[in-house]
């Protein structure tokens, strides 16, 4: 049968839109991974606080189930309650966890060194291994330098001065950019748990009008997974830094309490967290002794049993399903590409491809059995 002209026309008219449309797509999808890439720092912060607003909005909810109260009052009242606890640390331990902080820095410090000089004893090549910065200079020909008789030069004065201050101000600019980036994450959190419904609104209508209400199903579901999650996940790091707390100071470690609040931070990274956590008190309790760090080095295998074995099917199971192989891989992936930042939140991106995915798939298992 043969084809008129117009109908030709019609068909290379439609392949050029397809193909342009394709194209279009493509530039669109790169040009984001570049965004994306080049901002990656200051995305992860926006989710950083993102994560925030929805552990609110949970422990807010949880709250609602014992006292039914309006949402307003009862976010107020979770945000009092961490403000009066994370004061209650600072004004009534701020002083030891200081003093343990610094008691600790040093212990690490000098463990790394006798680390260093144990396995160079054993012929074991550790030029990779730069403490350099851990060690001071003890030469004999120090104090020399400092006698009457042999002043330092005023330009040797000004290099000296420069270096102080050069250093000094990556300190300062180090605090501020820390304290700035808490501040940044601590707003976007509360303004996100205090008006849900609008930034969730906000993101069902940026979708297509056709595949809003799929955007709404899947919205919410990734809402309560990471809710759920976050819920798990604090239990999770308030019971690792109680056991390893007690547990050290029972041993008679020194600066058991800051060793088990990085325990407990560390736990909130899946796998490499725990392994640090657990090198860091392993570490830390070698300084007071073999009988020490063994004890510690038990403390630490039971503490990850118990978060392995007892917490993680018990109460993260229900929360997330993830194989812990391909939950490790995507660590790894986001740690080399994106540094601490991919590390620490792989798996809520995890979890939100995880719930994308299924969505999908059940909507596919749905409808082939309707087509068949």
Excluded at 152 to 176: C, D, E, M, R, W
Excluded at 219 to 228: N, S
Excluded at 285 to 305: E, K, Q
């Amino acid at each position: 049968m043969p084809v008129s002209t117009e109908e030709r026309l019609q068909a290379r008219n439609d392949l050029a839109w397809s193909i342009s449309v394709g194209g279009i797509g493509i530039a669109m999808f790169v040009a984001l991974l570049i965004f994306a890439w080049y901002f990656a720092a200051t995305l992860f912060l926006i989710f950083s606080g993102m994560l925030l607003g929805v552990a609110l909005n949970a422990m807010s909810g949880l709250l609602g189930r014992v006292v039914p109260l309006p949402q307003p009052v009862r976010l107020l009242i979770v945000c009092l309650a961490l403000a009066a606890m994370l004061s209650g640390i600072v004004f009534l331990g701020g002083t030891t966890i200081a003093q343990q902080a610094t008691i600790l820095s040093d212990t690490i410090k000098s463990q790394l060194v006798n680390v260093k000089a144990f396995l160079e004893s054993r012929g074991v090549d550790t030029g990779f291994f730069d403490i350099s910065s851990f060690t001071t200079p003890s030469s004999p020909e120090a104090p020399a330098a400092a006698t009457p008789h042999n002043l330092p030069s005023a330009s040797a004065i000004a290099s000296s001065g420069g270096a102080i201050l050069g250093q000094t101000f990556k300190v300062l600019l180090g605090t501020v950019s820390a304290v700035g980036h808490f501040f940044i994450v601590l707003f976007l959190g509360l303004a996100f748990a205090v008006q849900p419904g609008v930034y969730r609104n906000g993101l069902v209508f940026m979708a297509p009008a056709k595949h809003r209400a799929r955007a709404t199903v899947i919205i919410d579901r990734i809402g309560f997974t990471l809710e759920r999650w976050l819920i798990a996940q604090i239990i999770t790091m308030a019971a690792v830094f109680l056991v390893t707390w007690i547990g050290l100071a029972l041993i008679g470690i020194p600066s058991s309490f800051i060793l088990g609040i990085q325990a407990g931070l560390l736990a909130f990274i899946p796998t490499v967290g725990a392994i640090l956590g657990g090198l860091i008190v392993v570490l830390a309790s070698l300084a007071s002794g073999w009988v020490a760090g063994l004890s510690a080095f038990v403390l630490f295998l039971g503490v990850h049993a118990l978060e392995s074995y007892i917490l993680t099917p018990i109460i993260q199971r229900q929360a997330l399903d993830i194989p812990p192989a391909t939950l490790f891989a995507f660590q790894i992936l986001l740690g080399v590409v994106f540094g601490i930042w991919g590390l620490a939140l792989a798996l809520p991106l995890m979890a939100i491809g995880k719930v994308m995915i299924d969505h999908f798939k059940g909507e596919r298992a749905r409808v082939e059995p309707i087509a068949a």
